[in-house]
């Protein structure tokens, strides 16, 4: 396990979701997996965007406790709610928070955490980035 301590689950309504599209929004990383012995790391492919607004009270459920929402966190979209009458913030976006590795590796990412987010909140003006997620 990579962190000690207890899981977040997000609670979302049964039936409620329209999820994103497996194969299309988000590739399995058994879709493309060789049979070859290889040390590779498995990774899901999916497009990343970034996070516009983080007001205090936002849902975001950070994987490590004591990390701060102070770093180059960004997003995928893993699905939206169905309801739209979320008390005047429109529909809710579940989403998995996610972090670049680092310098040496272009466009992978690492999970960081898990969040309810506002269309407001994700930047929707941009395209996107297809990365690779670890």
């Known amino acids: 396990m990579a962190y000690d ?3 977040q689950y997000m ?3 049964l039936g409620g979701v329209e999820w994103a599209q497996w ?10 997996a060789k049979d070859d012995n290889s040390k590779a790391p498995l990774e899901l492919e999916a497009l ?3 996070i516009e607004v983080i ?3 936002a849902r ?12 180059p966190f960004k997003c995928v979209v893993v699905g939206s709610s169905k ?10 976006y579940y989403a998995l928070i996610v972090t670049p590795l680092g310098p040496g590796e272009m466009n992978v990412y690492e999970r960081a955490g898990a969040a309810f ?12 980035i297809e990365a690779r997620i670890r």
């Open 60 to 71: 975001i459920f950070l994987d490590e406790p004591g990390r701060t929402f102070h770093g």
């Open 23 to 32: 194969g299309r929004d988000i590739v399995s990383p058994w879709a493309t």
């Open 11 to 13: 609670d979302v309504p």
């Open 83 to 92: 309801d739209l009458s979320n008390q005047g913030k429109g529909q809710t």
């Open 5 to 7: 301590g207890d899981i």
């Open 48 to 50: 990343v965007r970034d």
């Open 55 to 57: 007001e205090a009270g």
């Open 117 to 128: 987010l506002h269309k407001h909140q994700i930047v929707w003006d941009n395209p996107g």
